[in-house]
């Protein structure tokens, strides 16, 4: 079995006096897919932005290829080979595709060429003059995911990638997601959408009042319906 990339345990965070997280723990092994699913206001989002240490306080222990980062700044963190794409995308309306792809650092060797992230979305080969407020929600998503992949993170952090995009991009990005699996990355993937997510993910934990209730193996998807309709259900 392969060794944890990323090891939560019993992280709590808050935003002021507001309690989000409740004891999170989960763990996502080299390779794998991971979603974390659940109703909105779960707290799915606040750990991940909790992992990347942009939550103002949290306690417990994240561990990035067993290096603690509870206490590290976001550019340590980030400097582990672990990136974010936010469920904003935070796509630079000012700026066209290239310069918004080449925008963030390299914090690790072996990210992806341009020809490589081109293969994956054509699309925006096709868009590298336009300007960030000229693409559509679904070239917006392909770009944001693409950005990090030139970084050489390893451990990507994806925030509600399908949301409001049209089925055809969902596809897509379905498939993307697949081809980097492949190719040895490591995804934590924040979904509501749950049929997208059993299609790729090797495992779900279910998130509720910001603590980790309950975990469902990719082979356990079809008899375990029930359990996640009735924690999905609004």
């Known amino acids: 079995m392969a060794a944890p990339v990323l090891e939560v345990e ?3 965070a808050w935003y002021g006096e507001s309690h989000v997280l409740h004891g999170m ?3 996502v092994r080299e390779g794998e897919v991971v979603t974390l699913l659940g109703r909105n206001g779960a707290g799915k989002t606040t750990t991940i932005k909790a992992i990347m240490g942009v939550v103002p306080k949290r306690t417990g222990s994240i561990r990035v290829r067993g290096v603690e980062t509870v206490a590290l700044p976001p550019h340590r963190i980030a400097r582990l ?3 974010w794409c936010p469920e904003e995308r935070g796509i630079f309306a000012s700026l066209d595709v290239l310069e918004n792809l ?19 979305f054509p699309n925006l080969a096709e868009r590298l003059s336009s300007q960030g407020t000229k ?12 950005r990090i992949l ?3 993170a390893r451990l990507l952090l994806l925030d509600e990638p399908t949301e409001g995009l049209a089925p055809v991009i969902v596809q897509q990005i379905g498939r993307t997601i697949r081809k980097l699996k492949e190719e040895g990355f490591t995804i934590l993937l924040v979904e509501q959408n749950f049929r997208f997510a059993a299609r790729i993910a090797d495992r779900h934990y279910i998130v509720e009042h910001g603590r980790v209730v309950d ?3 990719a082979a356990e998807v079809g008899p375990g319906q029930e359990r996640l309709v009735a924690y999905l259900a609004v």
Request: proline share 7%; charged share 15%; net charge negative.
């Open 215 to 217: 975990e469902i193996g």
């Open 135 to 146: 693409l559509s929600g679904g070239e917006q998503q392909m770009l944001a995911i693409a």
């Open 102 to 120: 080449l925008l963030p650092p390299v914090v690790a060797p072996g990210g992806l060429s341009r020809e490589q992230i081109f293969a994956l």
């Open 25 to 27: 723990s989960f763990s």
């Open 150 to 152: 030139r970084t050489g």
């Open 10 to 12: 019993d992280l709590h």
């Open 81 to 83: 080979g672990i990136a």
